[in-house]
């Protein structure tokens, strides 16, 4: 169950505070039971919560809609550090850091679909697994997003991103790390438009991407990325530059 609020049905929460809330479950603070509903956080702070299973703060079967909201030190023991949810996650103008997932998805997860993002910060967030920030089967647009310092700590992919098809536009990655590949994204492929990596790095392939299908990079910018094989890109379909 739930460390703070449960319900069967969807969620809202709106400027709400949730600290130090504890669940042996799923859901740290706030569990969404609907699987057919649209659940929603505005300008809400989630800190210090945890759970044993997904979402240390918030786990929810449906969609879920996060806007101007901040996510800080939570933790779960499986996936889904700060979020989990089963469908589609969109998050604007929000903060995560430091949060921590035993499994995938440092800050969020979607387990069963996409994470759109734009104009977030993700700073320090930690996966044992693969998306030391954003771990989704699915999608993942980025969009004016900061990724900073997020990473993998056993040899799986994607320090701050673990993803099939990814989109990122004027989004910046710095020191992010993977213990495998893709130091800041691992994903099936990746159409990126004016990024900037920096100082990003795995200890295998790609150490800003690592990339299994045909990809695109226009404007973009790489700094300092390093990796065994692909210091900035790792590409095994084609590659436009």
């Known amino acids: 169950m739930a460390g703070a609020v449960y319900a069967g049905g969807s969620v809202v929460v709106n400027a709400g505070t949730f600290h ?8 740290g603070a706030v569990s969404a039971g609907g699987d057919v509903v649209t659940n ?3 300008n809400a702070t989630f800190t210090n919560n945890s759970a044993g299973g997904h979402g240390g703060a918030v786990r929810a079967l449906g ?3 996060v806007t101007g909201s901040t996510f800080r030190d939570d933790s779960a023991g499986l996936s889904g550090g700060a979020i989990a949810a089963d469908d589609t996650i969109t998050v604007t103008n929000s903060v995560f850091q430091d949060d921590t997932a035993g499994q995938a998805g440092g800050a969020i997860v979607s387990i069963r679909a996409s994470v759109f993002s734009q104009g977030s910060t993700y700073r320090t967030n930690t996966a044992a697994q693969g998306g030391g920030a954003i771990s989704a089967p699915h999608r993942v647009p980025s969009t004016d997003d900061t990724f900073t310092g997020n990473q993998t700590t056993l040899v799986f992919d994607g320090g701050a991103i673990q993803a099939g098809p990814v989109t990122t536009t ?19 492929s990746l159409d990126d438009s004016g990024s900037v990596f ?13 990339l299994s299908q045909a990809s695109t990079f226009t404007g973009s910018t790489f700094r300092d990325d390093s990796a065994v094989q692909g210091g900035a890109i790792n590409a095994f379909g084609p590659l436009t530059i």
């Open 20 to 27: 130090g809330n504890r669940a042996r479950g799923a859901g």
């Open 170 to 188: 004027g989004s910046r990655f710095t020191n992010n790390s993977a213990k495998r590949n893709g130091g800041a994204i691992a994903a099936v």
């Open 63 to 65: 969609l879920l809609t």
């Open 40 to 42: 929603q956080i505005t």
């Open 198 to 210: 920096t100082g990003n790095r795995s200890l295998s392939r790609g150490g800003a991407a690592d």
